[in-house]
């Protein structure tokens, strides 16, 4: 059964500082994927990973791949408060999505 | 374009009542896929639907159906509704086939169940 880590489950930052949430899986799969959750909304994508090495960026937000590690990383640069949320880690496999536990980040002024 | 639609927005229920959740996936895409998010925790795979078919299941109870239309809308049905079957149901729809297609997600049904 595929499974899906987060850490930290929580986080409270302060406006421009940095950091990195992480995300190991237990098993190889095709694709993964960082989607963001604002509270009582749906579910956005943020970014697709799909090799090893891959690395996305967005504004603040970059995402890195490491398969022989079975590790992803979502780092945030300079936060802002906009990026409140919580961030799942997701992994394709079986033709479905596999959700981590989620990363609840409170950025504070 | 229009993205993935999801009715009713919200729903109550009690212990023992049938609910039908319905979706619209987005434009151009044929297969859907359920969820069911509880509060506080991510997304759980119910099933997935393709050419009207249920082609994949998650763990969850036969008291979960669906159905899906030529049109690829699809519908999920649950039976003898339980306490615990109160959390955001999210839809989301893709293309089969591509390797890089992200999945997208409808705004969600938010079932009470009294």
């Known amino acids: 059964e595929l499974k899906v880590e987060q850490n930290p489950l929580f986080l409270s930052m302060q406006e421009g500082k940095n950091y990195t949430i992480y995300c190991n899986y237990s098993?190889?799969?095709?694709?993964l994927y960082w989607y963001r959750q604002d509270p009582g909304k749906s579910l956005e994508s943020l970014f697709v990973l799909l090799s090893n090495g891959a690395v996305k960026q967005e504004g603040r937000l970059m995402a890195s791949l490491d398969t022989k590690a079975r590790l992803s990383t979502l780092h945030i640069t300079a936060a802002v408060h906009d990026l409140s949320a919580t961030y799942f880690c997701v992994l394709f496999g079986n033709e479905k999505l596999t959700f981590g536990t989620g990363t609840r980040l409170t950025i504070i002024p | 374009d229009a993205g993935v639609t999801q009715s009713p927005t919200h729903l109550i229920k009690t212990r023992g009542q049938q609910v039908t959740l319905r979706c619209s996936p987005k434009s151009g895409h044929d297969t859907v896929s359920w969820y069911q998010q509880a509060l506080g925790q991510g997304p759980q795979f119910i099933f997935q639907?393709?050419?009207?078919?249920?082609?994949q299941r998650g763990n969850f109870p036969d008291r979960f159906s669906g159905h899906q239309f030529p049109n690829y809308s699809s519908e999920l049905n649950v039976n003898a509704l339980l306490l615990g079957d109160s959390a955001l149901y999210l839809c989301?729809?893709?293309?089969?086939?591509?390797?890089?297609?992200?999945?997208?997600f409808g705004p969600g049904t938010r079932l009470l169940v009294l």
């Open positions: 989301a729809s893709s293309l089969i086939g591509l390797t890089q297609e992200t999945q997208y």
């Open positions: 639907y393709y050419e009207e078919e249920e082609r």
């Open positions: 098993t190889t799969s095709d694709r």
